[in-house]
Structures are given as structure tokens and as C-alpha cells.
């Protein structure tokens, strides 16, 4: 059996640090709360979101004990940066960075200062690892936030337009950041997705249903729950499959925003791997998951994330 799982730390930074907590007590205490569900979720790899610094992983690594090791993008924002990665207990064969945006959409727009997209905010990390039935690739990817950011750092925009505009501008960010996944799904696939093992997960920032998560999917046709899931068709070599139909409907959210239940955080596999998934499921940190809002800085010293883990099991 192999337990394939993605969790957004959120903001997992060391004490003192501008985005870390103020304490040395509320950083050790998370460091203890993450490493307790992961060991408890019995996952094999985790594809991390939000790590902020190499020496919170390390000190996540060193928590959850021997046999562990951990991979980290060098690919991020220098304003905030968090960074994608994977925690494993499993013979790691390679990795590979990608955060190249499409030539063909390098002319969209990221805000009122004209500035053009060329590369995604925070890169994609691939790890290839082993596994009892063979090598399988994983891919760990965070796209651009929904919380929107306005000019000078701010959270609350100077008025109605320019949070009309910076909202388009994190909608066609973040679809111009699927399309680079895609792009690297199709080079990893090669149209060879019914035999290649290939997993795409991590918080896209966006429900199943989306535009920009769509984009991810890659071919329509074969999603799981419809009636063309078992049908062979000509997509099955590119196709990415969300698992989201799978988790149980009272669990099928990921975070509370404002309320209300959000499935934003998503594992896709290839053709190949669909017969093998055995369950899906979300699972919270040491408590309930909290209700958060655009206030990102207001939980700096919170100990939990809030953000569940999303977690499959595969006969392999």
C-alpha cells in the first residue's frame, strides 16, 4: 500500500522571522501538532505548500523522525517567501524544478504596473520516487492565492475598481500558472498517461469545478463519477484525473473561508494510477479547521494550519 497526501503548512516559518511567530514555543509546538498528523495519517510522501524557510523543514524533518528527508523548491517570491516541497520515507530517485509560464502568455498582466508573467510565483518541485510496484513521479505545485494583495502590501484595496482589477489580475495569474502545470503534466506524460505513474497535487486555490483547475485536467472526458470512467477513449494518454469525487461529501473541503467549506487543495493522477486508488480523504491538523478570512498576517501565531490534508491510498 502506498499513502500519497498534500498539505499547505501555512506560512511555516522559524520564530522571529517577519512571517514566523514571535515565539520559539508557538514554532515548536506546530512543528510538533504537523509531524503528529502526518505520522498519524500514515503517509508515505507529502507534498508541502507555504514552507518559508529550509530550517522549518528541517526542524519538521528532525520531529518526525528517522527515515524521513525533504525536498524544497527554489523557486519563489522574494516578498513572501514560501515555497512548495515534499517530505518522503521512500528511495528518492531524482527531482526537478519548473516554473516556466507558456511564451505564449508571458503578456498577461499581474497589476497596475504593467508587469508581465513570465515565470509562476511559487515553482512546481517534481520528486520521482520508488515504490513497491515501480517508480512513480509526484509533483507539488501551489498557484496563486485567491487572497488578494493590493499595491503597498495591504489587504483592503483604496477602492471598488482596483479591487475589481486586482482580482483579475490573481484570476488570470493563477490560469496562466495551471496552464504552465499542464504544460509540464504533458512533457512528464508524453502521452503515455496509461502507463506513466504521474501525480499532480498541492492548493491551487481553487475548487473542482474551476476554470483554472479544469485547465489541469488536461483532455475532458473520463472524470471519475461520470459515465465514460471505465470507457478507454484517445485522452487517457494525457488525461489527469482529480480524486475529489472520492472523498466523502462531508469531508470534501480542504479550508474554511469565512464560513464555509472550500475544497482548494487537490491530487491528480494519471490514467495509470486510477485503478489502484483505494480511498481519498481530508484530514485537519490537531483540531477543527479554523475559519479564516483576507487577514492572513491575523494567525501569525496560530499552531495549526488551516488548510486539512488531502490524502489517497493506492494499491502499490
Known amino acids: 500500500m502506498l499513502t500519497v497526501a498534500t498539505w499547505n503548512l501555512e ?36 507534498a508541502t505548500q507555504e514552507v518559508g524557510d529550509p530550517a522549518a523543514l528541517d526542524a519538521l524533518l528532525t520531529e518526525l523522525g528517522p527515515g524521513w528527508t525533504g525536498e524544497l523548491s527554489t523557486h519563489f517570491e522574494a516578498a513572501h517567501p514560501i515555497r512548495v516541497g515534499f517530505l518522503t ?61 493590493f499595491p503597498g502590501g495591504g489587504f483592503q484595496p483604496h477602492d471598488e475598481d482596483e479591487r475589481a482589477r486586482y482580482a483579475a489580475y490573481a484570476l488570470l ?9 499542464r504544460t509540464f503534466a504533458d512533457a512528464l506524460l508524453d502521452g503515455h498517461g496509461a502507463e506513466r505513474r504521474l501525480f499532480v497535487m498541492g492548493d491551487f486555490n481553487d475548487g473542482v469545478e474551476a476554470a483554472t483547475t479544469q485547465i489541469v485536467n488536461g483532455p475532458p ?24 469525487p472520492l472523498i466523502p461529501p462531508e469531508k470534501r473541503f480542504s479550508r474554511v473561508f469565512r464560513g464555509t467549506g472550500e475544497l482548494i487543495d487537490h491530487i491528480f493522477v494519471s490514467t495509470a494510477l486510477r485503478p489502484a486508488v483505494q480511498s ?8 477543527a479547521l479554523p475559519s479564516i478570512t483576507e487577514n492572513a498576517t491575523a494567525r501569525k501565531d496560530a499552531p495549526v494550519s488551516d488548510h486539512a490534508m488531502v490524502a489517497a491510498v493506492l494499491t502499490l
Open 221 to 244: 472526458g473520463s472524470e471519475i463519477g461520470t459515465s465514460g470512467e471505465t470507457q478507454p477513449d484517445r485522452g487517457d494518454g494525457w488525461r489527469l484525473l482529480n480524486l475529489a
Open 173 to 181: 495569474r493563477r490560469a496562466a500558472e495551471a496552464a504552465a502545470v
Open 89 to 149: 520515507r521512500l528511495p528518492v530517485v531524482e527531482t526537478e524544478q519548473y516554473s516556466d509560464i507558456p511564451a505564449r502568455l508571458h503578456g498577461v498582466p499581474t497589476g497596475d504596473d504593467g508587469a508581465r508573467l513570465t515565470a509562476m510565483g511559487r515553482g512546481a518541485l517534481r520528486l520521482r520516487v520508488t515504490t513497491g510496484g515501480g517508480d512513480a513521479d509526484l509533483v507539488s505545485v501551489h498557484l496563486k492565492s485567491k487572497l488578494l494583495s
Open 11 to 46: 506560512n511555516f516559518f522559524p520564530a522571529g522571522t517577519p512571517f514566523g511567530p514571535d515565539t520559539q514555543s508557538v514554532f515548536d509546538h506546530k512543528v510538533q501538532l504537523l509531524a503528529a498528523t502526518i505520522r498519524s495519517s500514515g503517509a508515505d510522501v507529502v
Open 280 to 287: 481519498v480523504t481530508t484530514i485537519p491538523g490537531a483540531s
